[in-house]
Structure formats: C-alpha cells, structure tokens
C-alpha cells in the first residue's frame, strides 16, 4: 500500500520518492516477500540502504502493508457489493454503522444514483438474505439497496500504480 508521495505520512512529515524509491516499490508491489537484497540489487544500492529508506517510508505513512485474502479461504465463499441509495441527512450515521458490521470488508460514501457503496462477504445465500433482512433493512436513512452477487472474483489486487515525480 502506497500512499500520495507528496502528502503527509501519519508521521506527520512529508517524504518525497525518488528514482531509487520508485524501482523498490515497484519490485515490492509484483512480490511483498522480495528482500532486502534483491531490492537493493534493483535499485543500484547497498541492501543497508534500502532497509534504512523502507523503514523511513514506512514511518512516515507513505508506505504502509496490507495483507488481501479470499474470504472463501476464511469461511465466506458469498461475496456481493450493495449499491444503496440514502437519505442524505442519513448518510453518514448509515456509513459509520455499516463500517461497524462485521460481514461489511469494504464501504465508501460515492456520488450518483447510489451514495453508499459496500462490499460484503457472508457464508452463503441464506447468511447474506439475514444480512439484508435483518441488518441492513433496520437503517432507517436506507431509500433502496441494489444488491450484485459475486459470482467470480477475476482480479483482488494489483501492481500499486506510482505517480511521476511533481
């Protein structure tokens, strides 16, 4: 996980990337498991170096690690994506509890037809049918819920698209 190279880390101070940067987390966004090594042996630099630099991005907050399994490995093989349309006045209240929900991996505010977009993983139809029934019905602000079942997931994650310098 990358964040913006020209914002402010969580540290609170800001960290430039620079060429050498770049090709190190390139190389670490196609494999989190490359070392020190050959990260250096990369980027032209001594393995010393790259660590030194990994753990100031780290702790500055532009570097950050995520780790992206198949909810099917954990026991949720029913993914969909909820569409929902809510009251603005209601927005907010219904993003907070629907980020609270323990079958909720992903939500966001959005703009269009839909302003609330969720990401939910359940154990099979019947869980996801409570779910919408039982948890979701009860949020008062909700006008209308579009629900897309998953039926195959083709990509998780990807390569981390780093911008060019500014």
């Known amino acids: 996980m990358i964040a913006d190279p020209g914002a402010e880390g969580a540290g609170g101070s800001s960290c430039a990337l620079d060429g050498h940067d770049r090709v190190v987390l390139e190389l670490l966004a196609r494999d989190g ?35 992206d399994l198949s909810p099917a490995a954990l026991g949720f093989p029913t993914e969909a994506r909820l569409w929902m349309s809510v009251r603005p006045s209601g927005l907010l209240q219904v993003a907070q509890a629907m980020a609270e929900h323990p079958e909720v991996c992903f939500a966001a505010l959005c703009t269009g037809p839909s302003n609330l977009v969720a990401a939910v993983n359940c154990r099979d139809a019947d869980d996801l049918c409570r779910y919408l029934t039982e948890r979701v019905a009860t949020l008062d602000a909700v006008r209308s819920v579009e629900t897309a079942p998953v039926i195959r997931t083709l990509k998780r994650t990807g390569t981390a698209d780093i911008p060019a310098s500014r």
Not at 46 to 51: F, G, H, N
Not at 55 to 65: E, I, M, T, W
């Open 33 to 67: 498991r490359a070392g020190y090594r050959e990260l250096a042996a990369a980027a032209g630099s001594a393995d010393s170096t790259v660590k030194r630099r990994l753990d100031a991005l780290r702790r500055s907050g532009v570097l950050g690690h995520a780790l």
